[in-house]
């Protein structure tokens, strides 16, 4: 698991910008494996409500048959949280505020959770 830390560390490191506020990798059972977090929310309470909002958001797209999830985007009065799938298993949490480009963000989101998805299958 070390080699997993080490190696989720670095990508998500390279995602630090002065516009994100917390990062974290958070299983689909809502257990934490690895955050950077200058949030004052707690990473149990980031992991927990990743993997609520994540089973709440696959049941919505179930009922409605709106197709598979690919991500979770939530627009608030201070900033976005932003949950993409990395694989079945993992999530990728990020707590933006309201300075971020949105689009810009999702592409190096993206592109962050194609490194973090060859690291963990």
């Not at 955050?35 to 909002?53: F, G, H, P, Q, R």
Request: charged share 25%; net charge negative.
């Amino acid at each position: 698991m070390n080699k997993y830390k080490n190696g989720s560390k670095e990508i998500l490191e390279d995602l630090l910008s002065p516009c994100i506020e917390a990062f974290a990798l958070v299983s689909r059972e809502g257990l934490m494996i690895q955050s950077i977090n200058t949030n004052e929310v707690t990473d149990e309470k980031i992991s927990i409500l990743s993997a609520a909002m994540l089973s709440m958001s696959l049941r919505t797209c179930e009922i409605f048959g709106e197709g598979s999830l690919n991500d979770i985007i939530l627009k608030t009065s201070e900033g976005y949280i932003i949950i993409k799938k990395v694989n079945k298993d993992v999530l990728l949490t990020v707590f933006a505020t309201s300075i971020c480009e949105l689009e810009k963000l999702l592409i190096e989101l993206r592109t962050a959770s194609n490194s973090l998805m060859e690291l963990y299958n």
